[in-house]
């Protein structure tokens, strides 16, 4: 009887499982939809409204159509195009049309219709398919989508020569035209509908510029009316070239060295020669999403001026001036009642603020701030204005940073950070402890000044009490499933309990760095890098590090490493951030606005790696294989100088036409680190035609808690736990494979080859290494009649684990030895392959504190989920038969080639967790529970204990224990 | 030549899902409907070189070979129903005295504490002719698990050869050697 007690806490801990409850708590997901590209008007944000509900449709640059609620900022719904997919533009028969159309795909192959209320896909069709499309550049060129007014039928552009009619109805053709000259010598780019005719508008390539061409099409056949060169001069025709769709009067206008034409269009086209807008010279125009209604604004040294077509449709006029020319100022346009109104923003330096003036086309009418802090938030990139019948301006505005908000008058009413879908780099990192708030207490404080602070602290006391009362009745601690999200009265930043609450830290290509809370994926605090200050300047963010950790008794400490390029030269820049509030640690007297960079050297890095050795820094590699260190002082200067001699590392380079990689080693300079340079040792000898297409990192070297696998009959299996593994995937086209190589830095050994069929020509193979074990997967597109899962398509799962020796007991100390010794090569690997059900985007084994718990594999799904799969099912010693009492003592179960799916195990459960590029794991205090953070367009972080939450007592046995205890107290006292 | 299944969910029909005229090269794919919260079945479609019957539907099973194919035709076109919706979450564990008591481990453990304590009483209620037949019957299995136990094979098959003939002296040799409660252990461990 008395294991009763044991046997009752076996049994009530289970299995870990998730539970309805946890939803929320020990999981977040944040929906985002990528930064709206509003380069083209057919990409832009705009208004809509459907059955009463205004709602704001915009293209991203995640490749997202999205609709978000204008009321609170939530989406609507979104529509996430494929990345070969990629979206050109979405178009609405006006702006309460309840479908909105959308051009995608290679050469616009694609047209859909969906719908605005649900976002579901009411009609698809293929205009052609994506092997025919042309690619060009801008991607824009030579696809554009109008309307049949009334049949609501669609014309479409396709790959610049071919116009189709598609019924509204059903999505098929009802005619398509193409043009007699498919060569790229005429290239169709924009459309003009009217009831009668289509007009096909785009330029032809003569001796110095283009000139514009113009077809016109019989609406109800497809046949051709007239088609015509006009005689002109266009720079770009995606900037210079624009349409006037209103049914009355369709025109085309351009921009001609400086002068603007103006020529309306007649089914037969006899007019051929455009009016010119006399008087003024401008350098660009725009459209503001007014073309519809004859309006667009012209700019040049002097301002800004509408232009504006005569009520009679036969010329082009400039209307009122906009106001002074500045590079902030934007402009965007919007139809109240059908009258054009016009917008535009700037910074006003006399009210430091935004100012928006709105106004008609011949005068102004208001004026507004809009209380945007550009400090946090950058400068306006674009905006959209709505103004409603009662005269209220709504405005949504995209700024530098990526973040998106909706003013409605001059207030802000929400915020959404859209930078967040650009993430390429991120960092988990431990928060110090909670610091008692004793930090005041002097010596020689007066009595008054102590009463006062006594009152003063006085103010938690009944917080306290509630909560000791709390614990005291109902025996409730911390477990590890409740919520680790801050209390509003916790002050500075600190973890909780089993340090579930860290700082995610993540580098954007958006130019932003933010801090995100780990326990509720709020952004903590947010810095913008300088491509967000100055036009022209790109920053790439290559490397991120954790430099210094909470328990190096200081604020942990990000440094970043980055490609700086500008239109005439590129660098390489660091970043040196405090971690907890985004402080810039690079200099003396940071300035509050951008975070400054430090550059390191001119050009791009070649590598750069962080060294833990007496203290971490940054080792960068210049195009002439010079190093450079950050910080470059004295400290790391002198430990570089001891250790240069044993680094190796791979570089992934490009001769004899072949994507190569060759290893390196630092040579020791008389002169000191500084002119230290690297040169070359090995070269990865791969076959003919073959090619490098990634090289995945070493295994990061988190801590082994054992160095073999002791099995059922007493002997021991030594893991081959070489620090210096590296993984590189390989394709070859000519021999339709893959490549999958375990590498040694130090001397190119390979450790592990696999050679797996191509699909097609290309590869899309993901791996991961841990200690010794890798995984790997891929889509088998041969059925072979060879291996384990033989005679079918699908995708496939590999794991390989490398084991010392060539049997049992055969110990080598892989993990101390050094490179240079032969037996590095003395290994034996076990692998097996499974049927995988699913598409992965991503994949990556859970982390621990100290390496005891199991790990499990996370997974991203193509269809929107994160699961894990336990380790034990992946293990590739499982016998194809019943296993013999030794084999089960050891935990293996017999192979089955197909991975259970098991639903129970999809930790992201309902949520839809898009696009996931990479998932990172990080450790939490607790040594059973890992945190899994995806992301890519979506965020989603939760917790897993992949061997169940051994070292916390679950609250179903704490709870009765406490409870008897506290009856024998009762009893007793 | 294009593939255009109907999807049926359990609970709602999702439109006739638009997959019109994507040009299927002739040749054999597995179809998979890729949702999130339900399950389909897997077919095998192969796109033929036939006038007559261009497409052929059969039904697949993951992991299975595709050769041979099966010989069950679906029709075409395809009309697909969902299988499950999938329940992600694992009901909330309660403390339940009943199900820890249909719990096979507790119930074993149950029925040997209530042998522990009415042994001694069975045990003084039997007969003394059946209780020294019973003792001896005990005793020849608790010599064959002893034998089994510590490895000496050959002496427990011929213990067990020799169970059927009685003999005395083994008999009284173990007959004071073991007291009831110890073989009601020794019977559990033979269950195990």
Sequence with gaps: MRLLPFLLLFYTLGCWALHESDVGVVDWHKELIGVPSFASQSTAPRFTSVDGRNLILTATGNNVLAAIEEKDGSIAWRYIFDAEDRIIGFYQNGDENAVVVTLSGPGGATVRSIDVKTGEVVLEHHLHSNSEGLLVEPHQLGKDVAFDKSAQDIYSISNGHTVTRLSATTGEPVWSWASQDQTSLTVFDRLVSTPETVYAIGVSTSFASLTLHVASLSASTGQLIQSSEIHSSIHDPSTDLFTFTSAASPAVVWLEQGLVKYLPLTPDLKKKKPNTLSGEQFTSIIDVGLSSHGVLVGLNKLGSTVLKVDDDGSNLKAARALGGQDATDSFAGHAVNGSPHLARTYWSTKLEQITLELGGTDSLETTTQLPLSTEKHGKIAHFTVGVSPSGETTVFTTTTTGSIQLYKGSELQWVREEALATTTHVEFIELPERVATEGDLQRDESFAHRIGRQIVQAQDFPRYLVNFGKRFVTGSYASATSSAAASSTDGPLSRDTFGFRQIIVSATTSGVVFGIDSSNGNVIWKRSLEAVESAGVAITPIKMWTLKTVSDGVEPEIVIVAQRRTENDDSTVVYHINALNGDDLSREAPSPGVLESVSVFQGLALEAFLLDHHGKFVVLLDEAMKVHLYPNNQASRTIFSTILDKLSFPLRSRFSRQQNIKGYQISSSSDGPAQATAYPTWTLPLPQGEEIQTVLPPASRGPIASLGKVLGNRTTLYKYLNPRLFTALTVNPHRNLCGVYLVDSAKGTVVYHAEIPANHGTCDVKAALVENWLVYHYYESEFVETGNVKGTKGYRLVTVELFEGNGVDEKIQSSDMSAFVNATADLSAYEESFVFPHALSALAPTTTKFGITAKDLIVATKNGKIQSFPRRLLNPRRPHRKPTSEEAEEGLFQYDPVVYDDPKRVISHNYQVSNVQKIVTAPALLESTSLVFAFGLDMFLTRVAPSNTFDVLTILITRPMVQSKRLRERWYL | ?192
């Design chain 2, 1 to 192: 030549m294009y593939v255009a299944p109907t999807l049926w969910f359990t609970d709602c029909i999702l439109t006739s899902v638009p997959l019109t005229s994507r040009d299927v090269p002739i040749g054999t794919y597995i179809l998979s409907v890729i949702t999130h919260d339900h399950t389909f079945d897997q077919l095998r479609v192969d796109v033929l070189d036939s006038e007559s019957s261009p497409v052929e539907v059969r039904p697949y099973i993951a992991g299975t070979p595709l050769d041979p194919p099966s010989t069950v035709l679906l029709p075409y076109p395809i009309t697909l129903s969902a299988k499950d919706k999938f329940s992600y979450f694992s009901p909330p564990e309660s403390f339940n005295i009943l199900g820890m008591l249909t719990n096979p481990m507790v119930m074993m453990m149950v029925v040997g504490g209530i042998m522990m304590f009415t042994m001694p009483y069975l045990m003084e209620n039997l007969d003394p002719g059946a209780l020294e037949e019973l003792k001896g019957q005990q005793s020849r299995v608790a010599g064959v698990q002893s034998a089994f136990a510590s490895g000496d094979i050959k002496s427990g098959v011929s213990a067990i050869m020799s169970a059927g003939e009685p003999s005395k002296d083994s008999s009284e040799s173990l007959s004071n050697a073991r007291t009831p409660q110890k073989t009601s252990k020794g019977s559990k461990r033979a269950k195990r």
